[in-house]
């Protein structure tokens, strides 16, 4: 007879080409806007645009839950 086994959790593969998780926990994404019509963007605006930010806390349970072994 087969034991009924917990299923795995599965990762989110989109949620993990967007997101990664900090080794202090930290939720980080990439800012929008880098695809097309950069000739109007000041470089200023394109440096800025190239940082990590950290996602908003009203957000982040719904990453985490996309992410469950946090990669």
Same mark, same amino acid.
């Given at each position: 007879?087969?034991?009924?086994? !917990?299923?795995?959790?599965?990762?989110?593969?989109?949620?993990?080409?967007?997101?990664?998780?900090?080794?202090? +926990?930290?939720?980080? *994404?990439? *800012?929008? +806007? !880098?695809?097309?019509? =950069?000739?109007?963007?000041? @470089? /200023? /605006?394109? /440096?800025? %645009? %190239?940082?990590?930010?950290?996602?908003? @806390?009203?957000?982040?349970?719904?990453? /985490?839950?996309? =992410? @469950?072994? +946090? =990669?």
């Amino acid at each position: 007879m087969k034991k009924n086994k !917990k299923m795995k959790a599965k990762t989110h593969r989109g949620a993990a080409k967007r997101f990664k998780i900090t080794s202090t +926990g930290k939720v980080m *994404r990439w *800012r929008s +806007g !880098k695809r097309h019509l =950069l000739g109007t963007k000041k @470089p /200023r /605006r394109m /440096r800025r %645009l %190239l940082n990590k930010v950290q996602v908003s @806390p009203a957000d982040v349970k719904n990453v /985490r839950l996309a =992410l @469950p072994y +946090g =990669l």
